[in-house]
């Protein structure tokens, strides 16, 4: 069965750093694209990052590129964003996902509906 866990996030003022964290398990991240998307209060699914299985390629959205850095270790099962200089309009939930069908460094990750899971989020609150 896949588990994906996430950790960590916060509160934080304007400008801070915060780190999240994703537990995988049923799931090996040597064979899966896997990455994170986030959703405020009120709005859709907003995909901000992904790691390929080789972990290269990368992907990251213009809205958090030179800000956030995602990262993942295969033998311990876990992925990790660090978010660093924070704005208040980065305030929301934050999720792991995957299996994700594509993750190519170009485009927007796909999630596959019938395969991909994701965990409960990370809630991160930037304040002014």
């Known amino acids: 069965q896949v588990q994906l866990v996430e950790s960590g996030g916060g509160q934080v003022h304007s400008g801070g750093s915060v780190t999240v964290s994703c537990t995988v398990s049923?799931?090996?991240?040597?064979?899966?694209?896997i990455g994170w998307f986030r959703q405020a209060p009120g709005k859709g699914r907003d995909w901000i990052s992904c790691?390929?299985?080789?972990?290269?390629?990368?992907w990251y959205a213009d809205s958090i590129k030179g800000r956030f850095t995602i990262s993942k270790n295969n033998s311990r099962g876990m992925m990790w964003l660090q978010m660093d200089s924070l704005k208040p309009e980065d305030t929301a939930r934050y999720y792991c996902?995957?299996?994700?069908?594509?993750?190519?460094?170009?485009?927007?990750?796909?999630?596959?509906?019938?395969?991909?899971?994701w965990g409960q989020g990370a809630q991160v609150t930037v304040t002014p």
């Open positions: 996902a995957g299996p994700l069908r594509r993750c190519d460094g170009f485009n927007l990750p796909i999630l596959d509906p019938d395969t991909s899971y």
């Open positions: 049923g799931l090996s991240l040597a064979g899966h694209h």
């Open positions: 790691i390929s299985a080789t972990y290269d390629p990368t």
